[in-house]
């Protein structure tokens, strides 16, 4: 049974005020919505505005699937790259209308190689392999994809499709460190690249940050016009229990921690992952940074279709106040 078999089969594709099915990935890139789960906010703010709020959490690897799910109704809100949601953004324009709620925070993602002989971009060949989460259209191949325009031509940008493969975070972590596989390098995410780059032959390629000019957004949360439109008081609730995480985690670094340990069943050193959500780079908002960057580069290679004016085309106004980009 494939995944989006079983989320079909175990729940209902018919959502109703006060009932909110949320998939995530892999990673402490995902720590706003840890913190929302486990401290119940959600539900909190669904009670102050009237509205018992059953929350049904899930936890998925990959755009593609993420996507597949959210245009099949077996799931309200999900999260990935910006560039996949633009994609559905572009895909669904003047029909299910899928945009942005907010983002999950600025971290950066690091393309890690273990191979000595790899120095650059220049130096990745056929017979190498570049594991991703989700090949061609996730947050870290699209990120290639726009490298690669930058230094060789947008009629190059597609120049490593060929060689990255698809494979969550955890399993690509393993391969690099224990090497001896057809995996060369890992475009990564934390806490992942972060765990690997402890390893002495491990090194960065490439940051996302030097892509896109500096800070920007990795991962946002997006849904469909409908359950924007027939759940207001729910999609408020999820909100704003996202602004209260995001309050929570700057004001309490050791507690987003434990939360962070409890919730994914880490196993990796509390101070490792304090170091983390306290790293400059590291910025933990809802506030979309640098996604316009995308959504033109993605317009002027021709994977878009539909041209937006600014980022708030494919946000949701709630978002909207905050000086977003």
Known sequence: ???????????????????????????????????????????????????????????????????EALLAGALDVVTAGTPPMLNLWDRTHSRQNIKGIASLGSIPSYLLTNNRRIQSLDDFTEKDRIAVPSAIVGFQPRTLQIEAAKRYGNDQYKRFDSITISLPHPDATAALLTGGSEISAHFSSAPFQYQALENPNVRTLLSSYDVLGGPGTMNVL?????????????????????????????????????IYIRQQNSRLDRAFIKRIIQDPEVNFTITPERTFVYAQKMRELGILKVEPNDWKDYFFPAVHARPGS
Request: proline share 3%.
């Open 1 to 67: 049974m494939s995944l989006l078999s079983g989320l079909l089969l175990s729940t209902s594709p018919v959502n109703a005020e006060g009932t909110l099915r949320v998939a995530q990935q892999f990673g402490i890139a995902y720590l706003l919505l840890d913190v929302a789960r486990d401290q119940q906010l959600i539900e909190k703010h669904g009670k102050a505005a009237g509205v018992d709020i059953t929350v049904e959490w899930r936890q998925i690897s990959g755009a593609a699937a993420m996507n």
């Open 222 to 258: 997006y849904t469909t016009e409908k359950f924007y439109t027939d759940n207001p008081k729910t999609y408020r609730a999820f909100y704003n229990a996202l602004e209260e995480a995001e309050a929570f985690v700057k004001a309490n670094p050791d507690e987003a921690t434990e």
